[in-house]
């Protein structure tokens, strides 16, 4: 007699779909029997450079010692981290990406009781990481896609213990600037943690200029997420980090998993770190990408989601499954973003020149 293992578990679990990825090049391969290099895949935000030659070098280095276990308190990258952002060590948490830290700030500040508040159309981990912990969901719907701000403040309850808010926004990719975050975290109760979300950051038209974290010294409830996937071009290592206030991140490494960031991740994003030629590359091909594909757009008759990310959202004017589709035919992957909630969009990754040609060749075909 077979045990029913899924109602045997925690309520808040059962009641969770499982986060759903870009397909892999691989598993288009299997199902429609593509050459692999023939497939292009602008689905998951990846940045289209591939690895520069001096991670793969530290990368290489690394192998040496991959049978011994990685620094678990990550010291040589978070010491980088600490002189470039100019903030002591002790305010920095590594994680598995920076999606580790999300969830890990939810399961040290949620329970059942308790409330955290998040946008329409932000990114699906929120409320996978608040719903997993049996805490509350507040959506607050958004504005001309993004974030409002304004409704956001004003959905904070007494049981609220927590803010998510990414800029830029994935997938949407609509970006606030400094004075609007500054007006929300004086809006905040002190006590209520606001998680800025900041994966894309490098890639929108401030990053230079981007001053969250020093932010940090006045408002000690915020917390700045980055990720080493994106425009650093390390998806596969998995490396991301918080900033916080020296207490919070006191309590994210009492849960942390030991050696959550492993010795070949760690040696990638410290090399990946200092590479400042390959960030360069990554923004003007970013920005070239995003004028190359918006054109495409204009020129099928199509609208489109101003982005500040690497990715745009485009409206089908129809159902977009049956397009993704029809491009999955023909070697080219995209996102479909139905779940949430943008049944009619389409988000393309920024790919290479080539690549992105390639899309909108396909997009003119299907329509």
Not at 111 to 138: D, K, M, P, Q, W
Not at 195 to 216: G, K, M, P, R, T
Not at 239 to 257: C, H, K, M
Not at 323 to 341: C, D, K, M, S, T
Request: negative net charge.
């Amino acid at each position: 007699m077979s045990c029913d293992f899924i109602g045997q578990a925690l309520p808040a679990i059962q009641s969770l779909q499982p986060y759903q990825p870009g397909k892999p090049i691989e598993e288009l391969v299997r199902e429609q029997g593509l050459d692999e290099t023939s497939i292009v895949k602008l689905a998951s935000n990846e940045n289209p450079l591939g690895p520069s030659p001096v991670v793969t070098a530290a990368v290489n280095n690394a192998m040496a010692s991959v049978s011994r276990y990685p620094d678990a308190n990550g010291f040589a990258l978070k010491q980088a981290l600490a002189e470039r952002l100019n903030v002591p060590m002790e305010q920095i948490t590594l994680g598995n990406g920076s999606n580790d830290l999300l969830v890990l700030l939810a399961e040290c500040y949620l329970n059942t009781g308790c409330s955290a508040v998040y946008s329409e159309y932000a990114f699906f981990v929120y409320s996978l990481a608040v719903r997993a912990t049996g805490a509350e969901g507040i959506v607050v719907s958004a504005i001309n896609w993004g974030h409002d701000l304004e409704a956001m403040a004003n959905a904070v309850r007494e049981d609220t213990r927590m803010v998510f808010l990414a800029n830029p926004n994935n997938p949407t990719g609509t970006h606030f600037n400094e004075t609007e975050l500054r007006w929300f975290l004086d809006k905040v109760p002190s006590h209520v943690l606001v998680i800025l979300d900041e994966a894309y950051v490098e890639y929108s038209a401030d990053a230079d200029s981007n001053n969250s974290i020093a932010l940090i010294d006045q408002y000690s409830n915020l917390v700045v997420t980055r990720t080493f996937s994106k425009a650093y071009g390390l998806a596969g290592c998995r490396v991301g980090y918080a900033i916080s206030n020296p207490q919070v991140a006191d309590i994210l490494n009492r849960l942390r998993q030991p050696f959550n960031v492993n010795s070949l991740g760690q040696a990638a994003a410290l090399a990946a770190l200092a590479d400042d030629e390959y960030l360069a590359r990554s923004r003007v091909l970013n920005r070239e990408g995003l004028v190359q594909l918006t054109t495409g757009f204009n020129a099928l008759g199509l609208k489109w989601i101003p982005s500040a990310g690497n990715f745009i959202c485009v409206d089908m004017g129809c159902d977009a499954l049956p397009v993704y589709e029809e491009l999955l035919a023909q070697g080219v992957i995209v996102r479909p973003v139905g779940n949430y909630g943008m049944p009619q969009h389409l988000r393309i990754s920024v790919g290479l020149p080539e690549e992105n040609q390639r899309c909108l060749d396909a997009l003119e075909a299907v329509l």
